[in-house]
Structure formats: C-alpha cells, structure tokens
C-alpha cells in the first residue's frame, strides 16, 4: 500500500532559526495536504498542493510539492514560538479515492 | 466554522469492555473518517465512510467496527478493549470534491488498564 514517509521525526530550532519538513511518498499523488497540531490540540489543515512542482506561500511558510508528485516539503523562515507543534503531510495517491495517507509527523520545538 | 465534535475528551476503560466513540459534524459532509495517533506513528486510518451505511477499512480496521446510521454521525466500536488501543482518536470529516480538507474533532484520550 501507499507510505508516507517524513523526516526529521524531531527539530529543535533557536527562534529566528529556518525549519524544513520533507514528506516522501512510495506513489505518485494526486495531491498533497499539509496539516499543523499544536501540543494538546488537533490537526488543522494549512494548504493543499495539487499540480506538478506547484510552490505556494503563507506568509513565512512555504510549501513545494515536487516534479514527479512524490516528494513535498514545508519551509519556515525566520521560526517564532507560535510555530511549535507537529506539521503532517498527507497525500492523496492516485487510485485511492478519498483516503489520505498520513506521514509520521515532524514536531518543532523553537527555543525563544 | 465547521465543527466536528467527539463525545468525549477522555475515556478509561477494562481490557475486554465494549467501548463507543461516537463522532458527530454539523456541515452535511460526505465523508467521515476515524483515525488513531500514536507517538511516532502519526494518524492512522482505521475506517472512513463516504456516505451514509457505507463503509472502507483503513489502513488498520482489526479490532474495530464502525456505525454510520445518520449522515452527521459516525462511531467507532471497540467490540473488546485492549491495552494496545490506548490511544488518542481523532475523528474528522470532509466535502467529496476537489479540495477534500479534512476537519478533525478534538480527540478522545483513551486508557485501556
């Protein structure tokens, strides 16, 4: 079946410091969702990447989804305290309907 | 605002109790999933409907059934609780269409003793 795979697993940044999640897919996507969870809250959506090397920004996050639709990450510049938490990548491959696969999760930790 | 709410924070439970989470969203979507997080393990998708008795296994369905009678709600049985369901449980729901943002409810903490 389709795996996620995201790295690091951790990140410790000093505040000011730049953050980048890598999500990995063993399918090709249809699409690609990233997600943030704040300690003790719930995931919520930031952004969808849909098309081939499709680059998109909010603000000091950027999200790139790669040429073969297999890969995506996630950029923070210049990181605040407000960025700690989890940020998942979840794709959508091809064949499987309304499902998303998610990644394991990359938890920032940002030392003020 | 969407919203999507789980019927309870917490929960503890015995090893071998029926346990019912049940999952209820206010916005008419289609599509309704349950998902279990774990440490290192991220979301994992244990069932999703995509309309109203209708049904798919996920991605680790053994050891749990669902329900979806009404199109707002959705529940997830443990027909015999074990320690290895201790877990958080997020339900979330979603439109069928192009952007298909999924909308999580809070969670419910689980202890299995």
């Known amino acids: 079946g389709q795996q996620v795979m995201q790295i690091p697993q951790y990140q410790h940044v000093q505040e000011g410091e730049d953050f980048t999640t890598y999500c990995n897919s063993s399918?090709?996507?249809?699409?690609i969702q990233w997600y943030k969870q704040r300690p003790g809250g719930h995931p919520v959506f930031l952004i969808q990447?849909?098309?081939?090397?499709e680059v998109k920004k909010q603000k000091r996050l950027t999200f790139q989804f790669g040429e073969a639709k297999k890969n995506s990450s996630l950029h923070i510049t210049a990181t605040q305290t407000t960025d700690v938490g989890t940020y998942f990548c979840?794709?959508?491959?091809?064949?499987?309907?309304?499902?998303?696969?998610f990644g394991g999760g990359t938890r920032l930790m940002v030392k003020p | 605002d969407v919203k999507v709410t789980q019927s309870s924070r917490y929960l503890v439970k015995r090893t071998g109790e029926k346990v019912f989470l049940e999952c209820v969203q206010d916005?008419?979507?289609?599509?309704m999933f349950w998902y279990r997080q774990d440490p290192g393990l991220g979301l994992r998708l244990i069932y999703f409907?995509?309309?109203?008795?209708?049904?798919e296994k996920g991605d680790i369905p053994e050891g749990y059934s669902v329900s979806r009678e009404k199109k707002e709600r959705f529940s997830l049985i443990l027909e015999s609780a074990s320690t290895n369901q201790t877990s958080m449980y997020l339900c979330?729901?979603?439109?069928?269409?192009?952007?298909?943002?999924?909308?999580f409810g809070p969670g419910t903490r689980l202890l299995v003793l």
């Open positions: 916005m008419d979507h289609e599509n």
């Open positions: 399918t090709t996507l249809s699409n």
């Open positions: 979840a794709g959508n491959g091809d064949n499987a309907g309304n499902m998303l696969t």
């Open positions: 979330a729901s979603s439109l069928i269409g192009d952007v298909e943002t999924q909308y």
């Open positions: 990447l849909v098309k081939s090397g």
């Open positions: 409907s995509y309309d109203v008795k209708m049904k």
